[in-house]
Structures are given as structure tokens and as C-alpha cells.
């Protein structure tokens, strides 16, 4: 669709016409022979005045309308609106933070067609199905062992993200688990982020052995950040020492933290788990909306120009070809 940017413009579309109709004629100051007889010769001129250079008249008043009629267009700058770009921006920044302790290598985890799987290979299974899930969120990954690290700053590019999961293994931070520095890491990727939702899911299946952060009060500054923080308990409860996940940290952080506390001990649990925080963290992007212009000024400009020097292009040639032709007079 074309449209004006200054309508207005065209109001000016009579301005010489009424320059014409209302202003003095110029008539410049020089000597002149006063004929008596001057309108009798008018009259005489008038009535031998041939069809050629009426229908001339006519043609040069024409083109000079039309040439009016272009620069007014330009003027009112014309711009053609092609068809909206819709874009959805995301909102929520939302970070994985997975345990790569060297328990996740454990091969005790129930799949659906009877095997059993590594409780790594079932977490990324079941994340990779939550962030296919979530194409409004930008998505971070966090992993912790004896130390936490950032695997992805979060972003609306998946594909990358996913790629990133499905090479991570078990054992590339070391043994233990650093709950509490896994939270403060998230805390640190979040420092600059400007969504006004900021969540952590948060799944390991031991116990904090190794955080320089404790992690209770990793999950107060959480607290005082907005960060909320869900956490998954994977495994068996019933375990001993390092080898059985802490449900109790882990439900006090997601207490602290406004979030909830979940239990998964195989991969269907595991994977509902994922679907129930899925409907717990509701899709939420700003839809922007940009329409794409086109400016077409330089069109009417154009022709406007061109239609000026066919106008004058006649009356130049004419004048070239008669210098030579005084000079030679002149010899």
C-alpha cells in the first residue's frame, strides 16, 4: 500500500493558478515605442494566429501542470508499506543448572521400554524436551560438579543450546557436587539481564559437598534478586551418605525461593516433572511489530526532471545550432 507522509501537500495544488488569478503581472522597467495603433494589430495577429501554435500554448501549459503535479508527489514524500514483520521478544530468562558429578554416571534410571539408562542420558532426554517447549524463553545451561561453570549464557538461539546439552558428560567438573555455587553462578550469568522474569531449575541427585557458597544461602540472594528456583531431586532418597540426594536442601532453596520442590526417581517421573514446571512458568513474550517502508519520493523527482529538460531540450538545440549559423552572419 502507498501512502503520503504529508498529505498536506496537495493542498498547495492551485498555489499558480492563484498566483496567476490574483497577483500583478511582471512587467519590467525599460523604454518602450508607443504605438497608436497597437491593439488593432493585436487584433489582426489574433485572428492569423495559426492552429500549431495554439495547440504549442496549450502543450507548454500541460506540461508545466504536470510538472507541478510531480514536484507536489515528491513533496508529499509517497512511501510504499510492505507487508508487517511480526517478531516475538522474549521475557523470562530461564537457566538449567545440571549435576555432572561423577554419581550421574550411574546407569539406575527406569525407561519406559525396561532398560535402564544413565541418569545423565535421562536428563538431557527430558530437557532437551522442555526447551523444545519453551521457544519464548531465553535459555541458559549451568553445570556443577566440584566446581560450577557456565555451559550457555541464555539465549533465544536453541539450537546451539541443544547441541551444548547433548555433548555435555559426566566427571567434566570433577566428582562432587556445588549446589550453592551453582546457584551463585546463575546469580552472576543474571546480573545483567534486563527480563523482568528471572527462573532456575535446579536438578541434582546427591548432596552439597563442595560449594564455597552454602547453598540455603545462595537461595537468600536468590531471594533478594527475584531469582525463583525450582529443584529436582533425581535418584533414590534412601541412599547413604554422598550418594543420596539431599531432598531436604533442595526443598528448603525452592521454599526460599518462591519456587516448588520435585521428586523424579526414573525418566517418566523425571519428564512430568519438566511438564508440571512447564505449566507452572506460563509462556510469557512481547510481540513487536515492525512494518518495513519504502521510499518512493525519488520517483516523481525523477520524472518531474525528466519531463523539465524534454521541455527545454527543443528550445537549447535550437539555440546551439543558431550560434553558428550568426557567427558565420556576422563574417
Known amino acids: 500500500m502507498i501512502q503520503f507522509d504529508y498529505l498536506w501537500v496537495w493542498l498547495l495544488l492551485p498555489l499558480p493558478w492563484l498566483a496567476w488569478r490574483w497577483l500583478p503581472a511582471f512587467r519590467p522597467e525599460e523604454d518602450r515605442l508607443r504605438v497608436p495603433y497597437t491593439s488593432a494589430f493585436y487584433e489582426q495577429l489574433e485572428d492569423h494566429q495559426s492552429t500549431a501554435i495554439q495547440i504549442a500554448s496549450h502543450s507548454t501549459l500541460i506540461i508545466q501542470w504536470l510538472i507541478w503535479l510531480l514536484l507536489l508527489g515528491a513533496a508529499a514524500r509517497p512511501v510504499l508499506l510492505e507487508p508487517p514483520i511480526h517478531h516475538t521478544e522474549p521475557r523470562r530468562d530461564l537457566i538449567l543448572a545440571i549435576d555432572l558429578s561423577q554419581s550421574m554416571s550411574e546407569q539406575d534410571v527406569p525407561a519406559p521400554d525396561g532398560q535402564r539408562l544413565e541418569r545423565l542420558s535421562a536428563v538431557k532426554q527430558a530437557a532437551m524436551q522442555f526447551i523444545a517447549q519453551r521457544p519464548d524463553d531465553r535459555i541458559g545451561l549451568v553445570g556443577f560438579g566440584d566446581q560450577a561453570f557456565p555451559l550457555a549464557p541464555s539465549s533465544s538461539e536453541h539450537e546451539s543450546l541443544l547441541q551444548i546439552l547433548a555433548l555435555t558428560e559426566t566427571g567434566i567438573a ?158
Not at 546469580?187 to 534486563?194: C, I
Not at 523482568?196 to 557458597?213: A, C, F, K, W, Y
Not at 511489530?289 to 519531463?307: C, D, N, S, T, Y
Request: glycine share 8%.
Open 174 to 331: 570433577g566428582a562432587n557436587t556445588a549446589m550453592g555455587d551453582a546457584i551463585g553462578v546463575t546469580l552472576k550469568l543474571l546480573e545483567s539481564s534486563q527480563m523482568p522474569e528471572q527462573v532456575m531449575i535446579l536438578l541434582s541427585d546427591g548432596e552439597d559437598n563442595r560449594s564455597r557458597l552454602d547453598p540455603l544461602q545462595a537461595a537468600r540472594i536468590a531471594a533478594e534478586r527475584n531469582l525463583q528456583i525450582h529443584t529436582i531431586a533425581f535418584g533414590q532418597t534412601e541412599g547413604s551418605g554422598d550418594n543420596r540426594v539431599d531432598r531436604d536442601t533442595l526443598e528448603a532453596i525452592a521454599q526460599r525461593t518462591g519456587g516448588q520442590a520435585f521428586l523424579a526417581s526414573d525418566q517418566q517421573a523425571l519428564e512430568q516433572v519438566y511438564a508440571r514446571i512447564d505449566t507452572l512458568t506460563p509462556h510469557i513474550a512481547e510481540e513487536l511489530r515492525a512494518q518495513p517502508r519504502r521510499e518512493l519520493f525519488w520517483i516523481p523527482m525523477a520524472l518531474a526532471l525528466g519531463v523539465l529538460i524534454l521541455q527545454l531540450l527543443p528550445g537549447l538545440v535550437s539555440a546551439a545550432l543558431q550560434r553558428p549559423q550568426a557567427k558565420t552572419g556576422d563574417r
